[in-house]
């Protein structure tokens, strides 16, 4: 499978254009990484790992299956469908698969289509060392991630156990994860492209990590091997903005789900805490690290009415900054630029308004952590950057 992609990847390189390698059932095998021109069948056949039936009925009209050298495909604007090069894969005259090039923006040269063309012959042999299996074992391993991060203990054990006798990951190396959350609000098909394509690229130069990933909903997941990967490796590798969540390593594969769910709670928090960076491991993650999960309805009684109030909104900034001080009028007023007069009157306004008493160690530990969870749910949403833990 390496070889195949390294082929993929060196005549993407040399034709300055995608390339998608399928299998002769279509499914997908390698691709390159984006760049240039890109239609929703491309997206589409990464993300769900095969063509889509109406696409594979249109390219078989277009005599794909028949073809013995390239042959360009016309495009389908209604089916997402640009022009194509069709690079026919075969081996002592069986089909075993195609190179697929986009043919628009601009349209390839003839010279081009001979490149490609001249490739054919490797990709075939190593695709039929392969016996189409690297497009199965993609599935596998997809299934077997899944189940490893996901699934019940028994399954975890059982899905650790295929990858390490597949020789995916070592079995005597501990397991660290890191979860990239895209900053984008609305997660969509080609923000999980884009994490699926920064992911690839990062595990072709971690290889000696033993990398594997998994795309979910709205976040990315990658698991390494031996000495801890560092969250800016993530950062750098993925093409849209994202926060990084760190767990804390494992002695082996089959315990990563507690990595994972760390890591996965980490990107949250920094997702909702801007004060904490892009980055946050789960083992410095303070305060955040208990209230993580907790429910936000469990604040004290005396904030929801200044949390559902925007006139309240200075008050709430002060009495954390406060708080976050050890209750030191000094520091939140050098902290605040405010003068201690100033100070004082709105700490005063605050006791009034929200029944409290901030003599009281309770009373100030239980507003504390009113506002950590008011912040993690987003009922809080102060102006300024703070959130240190």
Known sequence: MADLQRAVDELAARLDRPLLLEDRVQRVVAYSEQSGAMDDVRRDSILRRHTAPEVRQWLRAAGIHEAAAPLRTPGAPHLGLLPRVCVPIRHADGLLGFLWLIDAQPPMTDAGVAEAAAAAPGLALALFHESLASGLASHRELEAVTGLLVGDREAAREAAEQLIEAGA???A?????LVARPRAPEPDDALRLAL????LALRRRLSGHHPLHLVRYDHAVL???GPPVAADDL???MPVPVVVGVGRARPGLAQAAGSYREARHAAEVAARVPGLGRSAEWARLGVYRMLSARPDQELHPGLEGLLGDA???PLLETLETYLDL????VATSRALRLHRTSLY???QRVEELARTDLKDGGERLALHLSLKLARLSGRYLPRDSHGSP
């Open 326 to 329: 050890a209750g030191s009028a």
């Open 223 to 225: 698991l390494t091997a």
């Open 173 to 177: 190396q501990p397991v660290g994860v």
């Open 345 to 347: 009157y709105r700490l």
């Open 196 to 199: 699926e394509q920064g992911l």
């Open 169 to 171: 990951f070592p079995q």
């Open 235 to 237: 950062h750098a590798a």
């Open 311 to 313: 006139q309240y909104l």
